[in-house]
């Protein structure tokens, strides 16, 4: 950055639009929303950040923005804002202009933020608590904002656009899932950089996913309260800036990298989503810092109770973004096209998503953010996935969204935990998660991927502990062991945690099988998180949000020939998935028969071969089913190869062995055993005659096939 002087400084009127700071080619125009203020100083500091070189006012204000245009600044100039203005918490306004503001548009952060009581609006410990003022300078302690260049050569990088029903998620954390990684160079672990790592992006292709689902990289602010307990918030699900990558996973600190790695990702087939927290801020409820929003215009960024000087928290966090009001609403979908057409992503994961659709009076699937994003024409073409659920009224909304939406269905998370658990009475359940919850998604013309399926998430048990602890072993959290869910439907098979028994360890790796192979081969779409193809475990920490070490991170030089083994049969499976479309349909199953084709979509059936009657689905002992998907019943005009394959599920969730009788199939076809999780190393077994038992193995699914068609 050109160091001037304040008195040569020269500031022009500049333009309203676009909001935040932006390099034109000869100088850069800043421009900050503020429906409240009276004032707004721009204010300009050395390359790092340290110094305050300059205050320049800015001199116009249209349509409630601030704005003016600086001929002599340029990419790299490092700049915050103070913003004047009522002190007013009864009334909703918190302006001090005393606290150096991020501007909400900033594209690169400079520095990390030191904690310091100064960073607070209020005195910390007047009596008069928050309705205080506070007259000391933050500037020492905060971040900075940065002027990028957004020029980028992606060279031949193409968004892979996946379909969404050969979509296979993968969530995973970029710094935990190379921190470890014995072929990312040190100084790259823990970065994008070491996330585009030849190794690490080859054993993402070959794995069999599609979709790399990011947890978050905004930039975000580490908590007070877990720093000087010797923690970190690892997680990041505590956002101050919407647009910047988060400066730690940077090696270069560059905003190339974060491209550079999409390039990368996307070269190798695999599609990047962002986990997304717009529903929240790092600056807390009316005791939180001041560090951006709060001291912009308060009234307006947050949702504020009936006395203004309180926030409303359906979050758990403290203050909850008003997505209502429509400057946020824009600097939200702002942000989301930013990601897209500058940074190269391909969707989001909107985390506690309910609160995006919520309006004043409630949640409303036509509420604005969700009709926003339904009619923008970049939003529109790329995958958009809802967290629906949070801690408001209502909160709960699991097939509640809009089409063009998906879902995380934690309807399918509990029921398949609780089927393999050996819990009573889940088989009806069951077989609606398996068909992609038509009772949940099957309406507006919503197809089966709306439903996003998992057993496991980075909130929760890893899938190697799901089947190692019957209870969570969060002490490291500094909690007494009080945090995370207590009801994990999880079953250590009789030792809690890591144990020599052979028979425990091995029913445990078919167990792993078993809830892999239920999720990979359920219609719908499914996630896996980073880690589980191979066994990795947490220890029985169920909540490692605060964790940012060896508990958090992905340990790949501990994968043995068990996590190689399961790492195999993963890619077995995503394979299948692959091969066979009538395992993606892209209508719901519904079991209603066609008497042209005479053939049902999906019949489920009995050991006996017979299909299900009311007294079978409500048995609560009944822990065995079949399902058999016809492919002819749903023809789509386009001969797909495998499109009208009869496939035969089969689950049994007994301990003992099942003799199950195999369906006739058209054309005298037999059947083949494609996998088995009872043996997984096997070779498909074919002419297996129908009418015939098959040895359905305690604890075991298996895939079987009947190709009808070409």
């Keep these: 950055m050109k160091r001037v002087r304040p008195a040569s400084m020269r500031v022009l009127e500049g333009q309203p639009f676009p909001l935040g700071a932006t390099w034109d080619g000869l100088g850069v125009n800043f421009a900050l929303f503020s429906a409240n203020a009276t004032k707004v100083e721009l204010c300009l500091f050395d390359e790092e950040g340290k110094r305050e ?47 150096l503001l991020l501007d909400p548009y900033a594209k690169r952060l400079v520095g990390e933020l030191s904690w310091d009581d100064a960073l607070f609006g209020y005195t910390i410990g007047a009596p008069e608590e928050d309705l205080s003022f506070d007259d000391r300078d933050s500037a020492p302690f905060m971040p900075k904002c940065r002027v990028v260049d957004p020029a980028f050569t992606w060279g031949r990088s193409r968004p892979p ?27 790259r672990r823990g970065t994008y950089a070491g996330l585009g790592h030849p190794t690490v992006v080859d054993h993402l292709r070959e794995l069999g996913v599609t979709t790399v689902e990011l947890m978050p990289v905004h930039a975000f602010v580490q908590d007070r309260h877990l720093l000087e307990r010797g923690l970190s918030n690892f997680w990041g699900y505590n956002t101050i800036g919407f647009f910047a990558p988060h400066p730690r996973y940077s090696a270069t600190g560059e905003t ?58 359906d979050t758990g966090t403290g203050n909850t973004l008003n997505l209502s009001h429509q400057r946020v609403l824009q600097m939200v979908t702002d942000s989301l096209r930013y990601w897209v057409t500058e940074m190269g992503v391909d969707g989001f994961r909107f985390d506690l998503a309910t609160i995006l659709g919520r309006e004043p009076y409630g949640f409303d699937e036509n509420g604005g953010f969700l009709d926003t994003c339904r009619q923008d024409p970049v939003l529109a073409g790329v995958k958009l996935i809802a967290e629906p ?25 509990n029921t398949v935990r609780g089927f393999w658990k050996g819990d009573e009475g889940q088989v009806a359940d069951l077989a609606s998660r398996l068909a992609a919850s038509g009772d949940l998604f099957n309406r507006r013309g919503r197809r089966p991927w709306a439903s996003v399926n998992f057993v496991t998430a980075h909130d929760g048990f890893t899938l190697n502990d799901l089947v190692s602890y019957n209870d969570r072993h969060n002490e490291a959290n500094g909690e007494d062991n009080r945090d995370g869910h207590s009801d994990n439907l999880s079953w250590n098979h009789g030792a809690e945690g ?45 909540n490692a949000y605060c964790q940012d070490n060896e508990i958090g991170w992905v340990d790949w030089e501990a994968v043995d020939e068990n996590g190689r083994a399961l790492a195999r049969f993963v890619r077995r499976l995503t394979a299948l998935r692959q091969r066979y479309p009538v395992l993606r349909r892209s209508r719901f199953l519904a079991g209603v028969y066609n008497e042209e084709l005479d053939v049902k979509d999906v019949a489920w059936l009995r050991p006996d071969g017979r299909e299900m009657g009311n007294d079978d689905w409500g048995n609560s002992q009944t822990r065995c089913l079949g399902m058999l998907i016809d492919g002819r019943a749903q023809p789509t005009g386009i001969r797909r190869r495998g499109s009208e394959a009869t496939l035969l599920l089969l689950l049994n969730a007994h301990h003992e062995p099942v003799p199950f009788l195999l369906p006739e199939v058209p054309d005298g076809s037999v059947w083949t055993a494609l996998v088995d999780t009872a043996e997984p190393d096997a070779a498909p ?15 075991a699914v298996v895939l079987l096939s009947a190709q009808t068609g070409g």
């Design 53 to 99: 070189l300059a205050r320049v006012e800015l001199p116009e204000y249209t349509d409630e923005v601030w704005h003016g245009y600086l001929p002599d600044a340029r990419p790299g100039t490092v700049y915050g804002y103070r913003v004047h203005g009522p002190y007013e918490p009864a009334a909703g306004h918190r302006f001090n202009p005393n606290k």
């Design 256 to 313: 190339t990298e974060f491209k550079e790695m999409v390039a990368r990702l996307h070269d190798a087939g695999l599609e990047v989503i962002l986990d997304v927290v717009y529903n929240h801020t790092a600056e807390g409820n009316e005791r939180g810092p001041t560090l951006s929003f709060k001291g912009i215009d308060n009234a307006s960024y947050y949702r504020l109770a009936e006395d203004k000087r309180y926030y409303i928290n």
């Design 685 to 699: 077994r074919g002419h297996l005659p129908a009418g015939e038992t098959f040895a359905l193995q305690g604890r």
């Design 498 to 542: 890591p144990t020599d028994d052979p028979e425990i360890r091995a029913l445990r790796e078919r167990q792993k099988r078993n809830l892999l192979a239920t999720l990979l081969l359920s219609q719908g779409t499914p996630m896996i998180l980073g880690g589980d193809e191979f066994g990795r475990t947490q220890n029985g920490n169920n």
């Design 389 to 413: 659920w949070d801690l408001g009224p209502g909160g709960y909304q699991v097939g509640g969204f809009p089409p063009g939406w998906a879902e995380w269905n934690d309807r399918f998370r």
């Design 161 to 187: 656009a996946v379909a969404w029903d050969r979509s296979v998620i993968y969530e995973l954390h970029v710094r935990g899932y190379t921190m470890r990684h014995p072929s990312v160079p040190r100084r």
